[in-house]
């Protein structure tokens, strides 16, 4: 397979990651490349998401690993990017949404943190 193939295949994956976080949700850069099957390519997320060009896309879901929008803040897209997610029920302070810690072990997940 060719490399141009590669890459439309792994941009189509992170396009595809991107669409399934549900509404109301965050994911990081690094986890949207994960969920792509492209572990340590948030970089790779954060160019795609710099030139896209679809208003369909819900770019607004995808932030920095400590759950800090990505945009200069005050920016237009920064405010766009907090009243979007605002508008989905996300608590959005001074440009960060916190979240949960994330579950890694199976006890983790039955019992809880430790």
């Known amino acids: 397979m060719s490399p141009a193939l ?3 295949d ?22 949207v490349a994960a969920k ?13 998401l710099g030139s896209n060009d679809d208003p369909a896309l819900p770019w607004h879901r995808v932030l920095r690993s400590d759950g800090r929008i990505a ?7 920064w405010r766009e990017q907090s009243q979007r997610l605002r508008a ?11 979240r949960a810690k994330r579950v890694t ?9 430790g």
């Open 88 to 98: 989905e029920g996300v608590q959005v302070e001074n440009g960060r949404v916190k």
């Open 71 to 77: 945009m200069p803040e005050g920016s237009r897209g």
């Open 6 to 8: 590669d890459a439309a």
């Open 36 to 48: 792509a099957g492209l572990p340590g390519r948030a970089r790779l997320v954060a160019r795609l």
């Open 10 to 31: 792994g941009h189509a994956r992170i396009l595809a990651a991107i669409r399934a976080i549900p509404r109301g949700q965050v994911m990081g850069y690094g986890e």
């Open 105 to 113: 072990t199976m006890d983790e997940a039955i019992w809880g943190p």
